[in-house]
């Protein structure tokens, strides 16, 4: 099985987001296949959380076409800390996509990586 292209998930992502209240946007399109998808939770304090693709490692041999995220790091961070980490990812790899989603609660309805 194929995983879901990374524009439809961001779609249903964000549509997700939207039907909870939370305020949603793509700052950056990436590929439409298979872009890697980065999700900046602003906590509407200065601070930010940004989930990654998590590891291969990390995924469920029983659902494999999931998409899982990591956070990275663990605890909020100043929310320029967040944009330069992004900045450098973009330059490593064009094709990424950037969600920013708000929440005061830290609400973001991902997918996390088991420790």
Not at 12 to 31: D, H, K, M, N, P
Not at 36 to 59: C, E, H, M, R, S
Request: aromatic share 8%; proline share 7%; glycine share 6%.
């Amino acid at each position: 099985m194929s995983r879901l292209k990374s524009a439809i998930w961001v779609a249903a992502y964000l549509r997700r987001c939207q039907t909870e209240g939370i305020f949603g946007a793509v700052s950056r399109r990436g590929a439409e296949e298979a872009g890697a998808i980065f999700v900046k939770l602003v906590l509407l304090d200065g601070n930010a959380i940004l989930y990654t693709p998590a590891p291969q490692t990390a995924y469920d041999d029983s659902r494999p076409v999931d998409r899982v995220f990591a956070p990275s790091p663990p605890q909020p961070v100043d929310e320029r800390k967040i944009d330069e980490r992004l900045q450098k990812e973009m330059n490593f790899d064009p094709d990424l996509w950037i969600v920013e989603i708000e929440d005061k609660a830290g609400r973001h309805f991902l997918d996390l990586a088991k420790n």
